[in-house]
């Protein structure tokens, strides 16, 4: 099926510094979502994108986190600075305009120190 | 409180034979979604459904908006059918957004 393929799939990094988590979405896919995935519990919706715009955020999208897809290229969550609370699993999925269904990179674990 | 209760939180079959797994939803839903997160932690998409049921193999799911459920049934439990299933829920005009439940860990014994 169709693949979402998600650079690094590890990042380890001290509090404060700057991470940026990279997303390879599928080729003819318009939307693009970041969920976070603290161990052991459920997915929980970050953001979705669209057309150069956020399109809707949840609380957990804090102002340290940005996302961006510059021409075309990956897309991106930027954490500036991290916290401890930001260790989780980070998973890109996009989909395409008229298609309901969201296909799932295979995530990136954040390790905050 | 969750607008998407999954259950049960955790199911143990023995190899060849089958369950179902239920989601409810505290709000209208236009769509459910149901993945397969593996041990590598990749989700795996199931099914989609709008409505109706949809059936793939040895796995069957159905969706009723208008009593706010999802069903998802396995038969004949495979090794590996082990892992986290989750159901994922999109309310109307939400943008695609899904829901998640806390998921079902399911382990099939040999």
């Known amino acids: 099926g169709p693949k979402v393929l998600q650079i690094p799939s590890h990042q380890i990094i001290d509090m404060g510094q700057m991470v940026t988590l990279n997303c390879d979405p599928v080729?003819?896919?318009?939307?693009f979502y970041w969920y976070k995935q603290i161990l052991g519990q459920q997915m929980e919706f970050l953001v979705n994108?669209?057309?150069?715009?956020?399109?809707?955020k949840s609380k957990l999208f804090k102002d340290q986190f940005s996302v961006e897809r510059p021409d075309g290229s990956y897309f991106t969550l930027k954490i500036q600075p991290t916290a401890l609370e930001d260790s989780a699993v980070y998973f890109c999925?996009?989909?395409?305009?008229?298609?309901?269904?969201?296909?799932f990179g295979s995530g990136t674990r954040l390790t905050v120190l | 409180g969750d607008q998407v209760e999954q259950s049960p939180s955790a199911l143990s079959l023995h190899e060849g034979t089958g369950s179902a797994l239920r989601c409810n939803f505290t709000?209208?839903?236009?769509?459910v979604q149901w993945f397969q997160q593996n041990s590598r932690g990749s989700l795996i998409n199931l099914f989609y459904?709008?409505?109706g049921t949809k059936e793939n193999g040895r796995l069957k799911s159905t969706f009723n908006s208008k009593e706010s459920y999802s069903t998802l049934h396995i038969r004949d439990a495979q090794l590996e059918d082990s892992g986290t299933y989750f159901c994922?829920?999109?309310?109307?005009?939400?943008?695609?957004?899904?829901?998640f439940g806390k998921g079902t860990k399911l382990s099939v014994k040999s």
């Open positions: 999925a996009s989909s395409s305009p008229g298609a309901e269904t969201l296909y």
């Open positions: 080729s003819n896919h318009l939307y």
């Open positions: 994108f669209y057309n150069g715009k956020v399109m809707e």
């Open positions: 709000t209208t839903m236009r769509a």
């Open positions: 459904l709008a409505s």
């Open positions: 994922a829920a999109e309310a109307g005009g939400s943008n695609a957004k899904l829901t």
